[in-house]
């Protein structure tokens, strides 16, 4: 039975989406100046206003313990001074990167004269879907603004007074920079009948992207009538090669676990080979449980760590598809390089998975075999990111292969166009 809120609701969000769509038709010719002007203004704003952001953000860290969050989550909540220094410098970086709307992809003359070029052009409107970060909110707008498109915001309820507070920002800085405020818009209420009419108004928002757990996304994508860019969850394993180095493979390991494991690109996995499991595997393994790691391990993996007393618990079969986001790890044992691959692809999430090796050619079989958005040699997985691509920001990570794979930038917040020049031809 419909409500008379479900239908103010209903039509809130309808009016949002409408003025999102003309935002985006001033957007789409908007000048470099004007959105870059945009960008310096939101970092200088965010800088200035650590204080009101802190204690919004406390608002939303006090419920979220009432409520029970787990400690992963309630991390990335929390808006700390590094977390709010990030977030103006990921903004200034974005506006320092070349505007991609516009620009000429290729260019063809047909024999008749006729020139075709195809050019890169906004998307339109983006519904993104989000929780607990709140710094998504800042880094969805500042990339969708500077390619052109206009962005309708739906945080989740735990970041909602921050979220509020950073919204509250942007429009100021729309305001400033005499751009449409609508250009960024942040549904204000968590009610879900507001996220089920945003995923049906495929007339007027041309691509949704969900951010946050499994459960959220694959709701987002079997509800919505408009095309979803999306990874369900972050699987990413580490495999240390036959011909892996000791000390590099430690830290690494270390490093994609440990450095912030409640991120989607933090190992969830190590595999290692069977001819240096029982000479590696037990330095590796201590050093994880110094950094109170909990290891659950296969029955080969389980007879080494028992012999040289390092506290396990047996792998099921359920751990090595799990997106722990915890100091967890599922640590199996590998006969070989291809074993390797052929577990990646069959437990991972096509998300991130590293080698560590000395040899570049058994390397090149693994980021050639490895079917996942970003694959390394000798590197964590914890660089998946936008900043660290030097993309500035991301608006998320996709694991998807039709229009963009891994982390989403500017240019993958646009789609094409052909412009055709002629002189009077007729078919």
């Not at 915001?153 to 920002?169: C, P, V």
């Not at 020049?421 to 009077?424: N, P, Q």
């Given at each position: 039975m419909?409500?008379?809120?479900?239908?103010?609701?209903?039509q809130?969000?309808?009016?949002?989406?409408?003025?999102?769509?003309?935002?985006?038709l001033?957007?789409?010719?908007?000048s470099?100046?004007?959105?870059?002007?945009?960008?310096s203004?939101?970092a200088?704003?965010?800088?200035?206003?650590?204080?009101i952001?802190?204690s919004?953000?406390a608002?939303?860290?006090?419920?979220?313990e009432?409520?029970?969050l787990?400690?992963?989550l309630?991390?990335?909540?929390r808006?700390t001074?590094?977390?709010?220094?990030a977030?103006?410098?990921?903004?200034?970086?974005?506006?320092?990167?070349?505007?991609p709307?516009g620009?000429?992809?290729?260019k063809?003359?047909?024999?008749?004269?006729?020139?075709i070029?195809?050019?890169r052009?906004p998307i339109?409107?983006?519904?993104?879907?989000?929780?607990?970060?709140?710094?998504?909110?800042?880094?969805?707008?500042?990339l969708?603004?500077k390619?052109g498109?206009?962005?309708i915001?739906?945080?989740?309820?735990?970041?909602?007074?921050?979220?509020?507070?950073?919204?509250?920002?942007i429009?100021?800085?729309?305001?400033?920079?005499?751009?449409?405020?609508?250009?960024i818009?942040?549904?204000?209420?968590t009610?879900r009948?507001?996220?089920?009419t945003?995923?049906?108004l495929?007339?007027l928002?041309?691509?949704?992207?969900p951010?946050?757990g499994?459960?959220?996304i694959?709701?987002v994508?079997?509800?919505?009538?408009?095309?979803?860019?999306k990874?369900?969850k972050g699987?990413?394993?580490?495999?240390?090669?036959?011909?892996?180095?000791?000390?590099m493979?430690?830290a690494i390991?270390?490093?994609a676990?440990?450095q912030?494991p409640?991120v989607?690109?933090a190992?969830?996995?190590?595999?290692?080979?069977?001819?240096?499991?029982?000479t590696?595997?037990?330095?590796?393994?201590?050093?994880?449980?110094?950094h109170?790691v909990q290891?659950?391990v296969?029955?080969?993996a389980?007879?080494?760590?028992?012999a040289?007393?390092?506290?396990?618990?047996?792998?099921?079969e359920?751990?090595?598809?799990?997106e722990?986001?915890d100091l967890?790890?599922?640590v199996r044992?590998?006969?070989?390089?291809?074993?390797?691959?052929?577990?990646?692809?069959?437990?991972?999430?096509?998300?991130?998975?590293?080698?560590?090796?000395?040899?570049?050619?058994?390397?090149?079989?693994f980021?050639?075999?490895?079917?996942?958005a970003?694959?390394?040699?000798?590197?964590?997985?914890?660089?998946?990111?936008?900043?660290?691509?030097?993309?500035?920001?991301?608006?998320?990570?996709?694991?998807?292969?039709?229009h963009?794979?891994g982390p989403m930038?500017?240019?993958?917040?646009?789609s094409y166009?052909?412009v055709i020049?002629?002189?009077?031809q007729?078919?």
């Open positions: 419909t409500t008379a809120i479900d239908t103010e609701l209903d809130m969000v309808r009016a949002m989406a409408g003025r999102a769509r003309e935002a985006s001033r957007l789409a010719t908007a470099t100046a004007s959105k870059n002007a945009f960008l203004r939101l200088d704003l965010v800088e200035s206003s650590v204080a952001l802190q919004e953000n608002r939303d860290l006090e419920a979220g009432a409520a029970g787990t400690g992963a309630l991390d990335r909540l808006l001074d590094a977390r709010i220094k977030m103006a410098e990921g903004t200034r970086e974005v506006r320092d990167l070349p505007d709307v620009l000429e992809i290729e063809t003359v047909r024999p008749n004269g006729i020139e070029q195809k050019v052009v339109g409107v983006i519904g993104i879907i989000y929780e607990s970060r709140p710094n998504v909110t800042v880094d969805c707008s500042i969708c603004l390619s498109n206009a962005a915001l739906r945080g989740g309820k735990e970041a909602f007074h921050t979220n509020q507070a950073l919204a509250g920002l429009r100021q800085a729309l305001r400033d920079s005499n751009l449409p405020e609508a250009a818009q942040l549904i204000p209420t009610d009948n507001a996220l089920l945003l995923l049906k495929d007339s928002v041309n691509c949704i992207i951010r946050g499994e459960g959220l694959r709701f994508a079997e509800t919505s009538t408009i095309p979803v860019i990874h369900y699987v990413c394993t580490v495999y240390v090669d036959r011909e892996a180095d000791p000390a493979a430690e390991v270390i490093n676990k440990c912030r409640s989607c690109n190992a969830e996995n190590l595999f290692i080979h069977a001819g240096v499991a029982s590696l595997l037990p330095g590796l393994a201590r050093s994880l449980r110094r109170a290891l659950r296969d029955p080969a389980a007879a080494i760590l028992e040289h007393q390092i506290d396990f618990q047996p792998a099921t359920a751990d090595w598809s799990e722990y986001l967890i790890l599922a044992v590998v006969p070989s390089l291809d074993a390797a691959i052929r577990d990646i692809n069959t437990f991972g999430s096509a998300h991130s998975d590293a080698i560590i090796t000395r040899d570049e050619s058994r390397a090149d079989r980021l050639a075999g490895v079917d996942s970003t694959v390394y040699w000798n590197a964590s997985t914890r660089f998946t990111d936008g900043f660290e691509f030097g993309l500035g920001a991301e608006i998320g990570i996709s694991t998807d292969k039709l963009a794979r930038g500017l240019t993958e917040l646009c166009k052909y020049r002629g002189t009077g007729i078919r």
